[in-house]
Nanobody, 121 residues
């Protein structure tokens, strides 16, 4: 499975961005999907996840109420809508996939290449 993330960029604090992650698999609906981020000089952290059916979503506390993860199985794509962005959201964002994944607390099987999000103050 290949994952292609896009949608990153430079935005002012308080602004919004929508990240997309397109998967190259005909069985996309069988994969739990997640978004992770790695800020400069820090380890990669879980941001949000969605289970294979789309019925359950999970978020790290710092983005709850601001970020929304969703999926469109017809387009083999998972999204991360990011609103009210803060400078501390600046990071490279990665999408990941796990077969029959629950969306949280798992080791993911496949990773995308990352897209940079920079939030200026």
């Amino acid at each position: 499975v290949q994952l292609q993330a896009s949608g990153g960029g430079l935005v002012q604090a308080g602004g919004s961005l929508r990240l997309s992650c397109a998967a190259s698999t005909r069985t996309f609906r069988s994969y739990g999907m997640g978004w992770f981020r790695q800020a400069p000089g820090k380890e990669s952290d879980f941001v949000a996840g969605i289970n294979w059916s789309g019925g359950h979503t999970y978020y790290v506390d710092s983005v709850k109420g601001r970020f929304t993860i969703s999926r469109d199985n017809a387009k083999n794509t998972v999204y991360l809508q990011m609103n009210s962005l803060k400078p501390e959201d600046t990071a490279v964002y990665y999408c990941a996939a796990k077969l029959y994944g629950s969306g949280v607390g798992e080791v993911y099987d496949y990773w995308g290449q990352g897209t940079l999000v920079t939030v200026s103050s």
